[in-house]
T-cell receptor, first 116, second 111 residues
């Protein structure tokens, strides 16, 4: 049972480069999301999706794009990396939001990104 | 908006000591509350949760009680081990499966 799988685990980028962080889940979860983790700030929501073909912005969406063409995959794209995007990125998933309160969110193991 | 405040670390303890990490929240409505743990070099794992007032979540010797009157969800463990060294995050979910996190508290347990 793979759960939520993120790749790559570590990446170094130069300013201005683009890249995609991959996220896949095998639990048939409708809801998927991306967070970034910065020291002393906890995790902040970047983008989320409530189902295939539907995405929306979170708290810190600038500089990131997402798409959701399948239920399983939710890639995060950095179009032009900046040093301020140096962070640890976590993908997460859960069952339908219909029941809302109380759904358990499952996290991937994280992707450590450094932009130089 | 929603927010979570937890005590800053690092918290350094000796093995078998009592651990408390304070967490308070601000939210509209009646959120669910969570504690997540992040061990060194790893992702986040759900430690425990509570979905309504006065619920007590517990797991691996850790406990936290949802206190609506004080808007708090303090994490406690009676006797910590070296293996409990980690960063602990308090979080709330108000609606739509979106989590709001506190800043995290690093705990270091020394033998």
């Amino acid at each position: 049972n793979a759960g939520v799988t993120q790749t790559p685990k570590f990446q170094v980028l130069k300013t201005g480069q683009s890249m995609t962080l991959q996220c896949a889940q095998d639990m048939n979860h409708e809801y998927m999301s991306w967070y970034r983790q910065d020291p002393g700030m906890g995790l902040r929501l970047i983008h989320y999706s409530v189902g295939a073909g539907i995405t929306d912005q979170g708290e810190v969406p600038n500089g990131y794009n997402v798409s959701r063409s399948t239920t399983e995959d939710f890639p995060l794209r950095l179009l032009s990396a900046a040093p301020s995007q140096t962070s640890v990125y976590f993908c997460a998933s859960s069952y339908s939001i219909d029941s809302g309160i109380g759904n358990t969110i499952y996290f991937g193991e994280g992707s450590w990104l450094t932009v130089v | 908006g929603n927010s979570v405040t937890q005590m800053e670390g690092p918290v350094t303890l000796s093995e078998e000591a009592f651990l408390t990490i304070n967490c308070t929240y601000t939210a509209t409505g009646y959120p669910s509350l969570f504690w997540y743990v992040q061990y060194p070099g790893e992702g986040l794992q759900l430690l425990l949760k509570a979905t309504k007032a006065d619920d007590k979540g517990s797991n691996k010797g850790f406990e936290a009680t949802y206190r609506k009157e004080t808007t708090s969800f303090h994490l406690e463990k009676g006797s910590v081990q070296v293996s409990d060294s980690a960063v602990y995050f308090c979080a709330l979910m108000a609606a739509g499966n979106k989590l709001t996190f506190g800043g995290g508290t690093r705990v270091l347990v020394k033998p």
